[in-house]
């Protein structure tokens, strides 16, 4: 009995060992935490999951569990819209996640052996291992283009590429909790990149290997080079951030830097504090609100503030910020504390964004000072100054300053625009349409929609008296009251910007930090990211380099070519030596190619739409004169994308000539009526053709002899550029003009006969010559060479 009670035990105990986890299945089921069927489609789950996800978010569930649950509905998520992974879940019950989210303890099961967890003991995807911090930094494509890059205009952000089996994120992990917990304190943006979730990203970020680091800041990327030290990554944050944000102060130029408050339009901020070097927090807070307030600086512990100090009454015992606006006398607000703590900074700069009447010189201004407001509790009212900015206004300008600063109310803001430099706004707010000004004006209004509607209401001429004063007073009560007092609507423009001329030192800073990067890039041996600059410099260097070389081979050829046509000139002009050689000579004026069977079809048949081709007719033994006076008769028409210039050998190709011109039986009337009847073959030479390849239709040009025959000399309109008939019949039928005419041609001279080449090219590009269309192109057949 003992010994069956004894075997029963050792029964129940193998059960127990050898039963699977089966709690930490059925907890990690992801059909049911994702609440789908077994037979569920990926787009289904993908809804659900977006439902879910948009439901247990951490920033949005505050239920204490809402962190777990996000969690695990991610990665049910990944299981199942993985084909992989849900086959091998439906299969065997794995998930490769289930241990992290049971409580037991046992092993992972492997076929039929048990393997101990401190043998595969790795951080990876196991809750009691690794922090799921990172969670909540996780980024995605729509994520990085939606929000992190329009925010990296105001923060920088540093993002982790990492992936599930990286071996060196384990060792950089520790120094990463510790710069993101002192990163993020200070107002920097953290994110991390799963390269294995979000390979897109990856790939747009540049990012080819884990573990990377980089950082964002004006939607540009920067890669982290150095060895992962928390100093190495602090320094690196404080480089992407732009040069000159905050500028150094002392006894020296301080007046120089709080007077540019009306030049610049902002509020200037001083701190003041015993450290070297301008702390990181202060340095962020210059780059979130660059557009607003212009940063100093002064060290506490340099000789050359001590006047400073003295003068603003400054305790050395903690940090001090002082706000300055129109009055460089005083500060307009102060903040003093030993710790300052982002959040306290960042309400101080949001209280001081704006002067106490600052000058209109964007929309953008406009918007912030005056905004649209839907409601009748949030209304707000802008009590505008239209002035001008020469010496004369400066003591009524200044007495609106001071109106401004006694009348802090929160519903009210004050402002003041420049005629001059806003006429087209000024005209519609102004009484006086004769657009002069002697005194300046003051207008309330209430902006109503964001298309520019604006009621308002011109209250009083202004000269900063005393009487003014208590009008402006009278009509703001009455406001607070009787909105309807705005009598007027409008629709205003668009205001100009004003420092619109400040781009292009913008620009030139912009530049400066580029090159810099480049130039660290290269020194860091960055060469993946550094790729496409360098083929870029070095494509240009042998662009350029052969550029030279060709141009310097060409030169020296030409120079002896010059040389030899010095010598035997006459020889070549009367084309005695043309029959010697069937190659053109060189020419340095346009590139003419020959119109064969071999490109045939990219010079012609498949020609872009929109591009013609110029092809000159020609023989062998006219070939070397035709070519040489056809490149200086359409070298000024080079500078053209859309053409295109070849010749065509008539000794080889004269059938494809015949078949062109038989479509088009006006053209064969025009050769025609140059021969005696019409019984001679057809003379071609010196002919040229523009041919639309992609609308099948070519115009024509025909010889024409400008020089004086035996008899006496042409017209000089015979045979015009566009090859038709230019005279009338009763001439040509006149018996001592047709012999003359017959004459001309036997004597027409081969260098002669494209002298009003010219002229047709210029009616060609101007569209004025005839047309003629064709229903398609001679065959390849017409064009290879007749036997």
Request: charged content about 25%; hydrophobic content about 35%; glycine content about 6%.
């Amino acid at each position: 009995m003992a010994g069956s009670k004894l075997t029963l035990a050792v029964a129940v105990v193998l059960a127990v060992l050898l039963t699977p986890p089966a709690r930490a299945a059925s907890e990690m089921d992801p059909y049911k935490i994702l609440g789908v069927t077994r037979s569920a489609n990926p787009t289904e789950i993908k809804k659900v999951y977006k439902r879910l996800a948009r439901e247990w978010h951490p920033d949005k569930n505050k239920d204490p569990g809402a962190e777990d649950m996000f969690i695990k509905i991610t990665k049910s998520y990944e299981i199942l819209s993985s084909e992989d992974k849900r086959a091998n879940y439906d299969r065997y019950g794995q998930t490769d996640d289930t241990q992290p989210y049971s409580s037991g303890h046992y092993g992972h099961r492997h076929d039929s052996f048990y393997f101990d967890e401190s043998f595969f003991n790795f951080p990876f995807n196991n809750k009691n291992q690794r922090d799921f911090g990172d969670n909540k930094y996780t980024l995605h494509f729509n994520q990085y283009i939606n929000d992190v890059v329009p925010d990296s205009y105001k923060r920088p952000y540093l993002i982790k590429i990492t992936s599930d089996w990286c071996f060196t994120c384990i060792h950089i992990e520790p120094v990463w909790k510790e710069v993101v917990q002192e990163m993020e304190s200070l107002g920097v943006g953290i994110g991390v990149v799963d390269v294995g979730y979000e390979r897109r990203l990856a790939n747009h970020l540049g990012a080819h290997r884990t573990p990377s680091i980089l950082g964002v800041i004006n939607g540009k990327v920067t890669f982290f080079h150095y060895a992962v030290a928390k100093e190495h990554l602090k320094q690196f944050v404080e480089d992407l951030l732009p040069q000159r944000l905050v500028e150094q102060v002392n006894d020296k130029n301080e007046q120089q830097f709080l007077n540019s408050w009306h030049d610049l339009n902002k509020p200037h901020v001083l701190l003041f504090d015993q450290v070297p070097v301008v702390p990181l927090l202060y340095k962020l807070t210059a780059f979130a609100y660059k557009d607003h307030l212009q940063f100093g600086y002064v060290d506490q512990g340099l000789t050359e503030t001590a006047d400073l100090q003295k003068r603003f009454n400054i305790n050395t015992y903690a940090p001090t910020i002082l706000v300055f606006k129109e009055n460089v006398d005083k500060p307009a607000d102060i903040i003093q504390a030993k710790g300052l703590k982002k959040p306290i900074v960042d309400e101080f700069m949001s209280n001081n964004k704006f002067l106490l009447a600052p000058r209109l010189v964007n929309q953008k201004l406009f918007d912030e000072l005056c905004p649209v407001k839907q409601f009748h509790r949030r209304r707000k009212y802008c009590v505008l100054l239209i002035t001008g900015d020469e010496d004369t206004f400066a003591s009524w300008n200044q007495e609106f300053v001071s109106f401004a600063s006694t009348n802090t109310k929160e519903v009210v803001r004050f402002a003041y625009v420049y005629q001059r430099l806003q006429q087209p706004l000024c005209d519609v707010l102004m009484q006086s349409k004769d657009g002069s000004q002697s005194t300046p004006q003051v207008v309330i209004l209430e902006r109503r929609n964001t298309a520019g509607k604006a009621l308002f209401k011109p209250v009083t001429p202004w000269n900063g008296r005393e009487e003014e004063k208590e009008l402006l007073l009278e009509e703001l009560s009455r406001l607070q009251k009787d909105p309807s007092i705005l009598i007027h609507d409008a629709l205003l423009p668009e205001l100009n910007n004003e420092f619109a001329s400040m781009f292009v030192i913008r620009w030139i800073y912009a530049s400066y930090d580029y090159l810099s990067e480049v130039i660290d890039d290269i020194l860091h041996n960055n060469w993946r990211e550094m790729m496409p600059l360098l083929s870029l410099i070095f494509s240009a260097l042998f662009i350029l380099f052969g550029t030279v070389v060709i141009q310097a081979f060409s030169d020296s050829s030409d120079d002896q070519q010059m040389k030899l046509k010095g010598k035997d000139g006459s020889k070549a002009e009367n084309g005695s030596s043309s029959s010697t050689s069937s190659r053109p000579p060189k020419k340095n004026f346009v590139e003419v190619t020959e119109l064969t069977d071999i490109t045939y079809m990219s010079n012609l048949v498949k020609l872009r739409p929109g591009h013609m081709n110029i092809v000159l007719v020609l023989t062998d033994s006219s070939k070397n004169i035709l070519l040489s006076k056809f490149a200086k008769e359409v070298y000024s028409f080079t500078g053209s994308l859309t053409l295109h210039f070849s010749f065509l050998n008539i000794d080889k190709h004269s059938e494809w000539m015949n078949s062109l011109l038989e479509y088009v039986q006006d053209a064969m009337q025009i050769d025609a009526d140059e021969e005696d009847g019409g019984d001679r073959k057809v003379d071609y030479t010196g002919h040229v053709l523009a041919l639309n390849g992609h609308k099948k239709y070519f115009c024509l040009f025909k010889p024409v002899y400008t020089g004086e025959d035996v008899d006496g000399k042409l017209s000089e309109d015979e045979g015009a550029a566009s090859g038709g008939r230019s005279r009338s019949r009763s001439r040509d039928d006149h018996p001592g003009r047709k012999s003359r005419r017959s004459r001309s041609t036997s004597t027409l001279q081969i260098h002669h006969k494209l002298d009003r080449l010219g002229l047709w090219m210029e009616r060609l590009m101007e569209g004025t010559l005839p047309c003629y269309y064709i229903q398609a192109w001679p065959g390849i057949d017409k064009i290879t060479p007749s036997k």
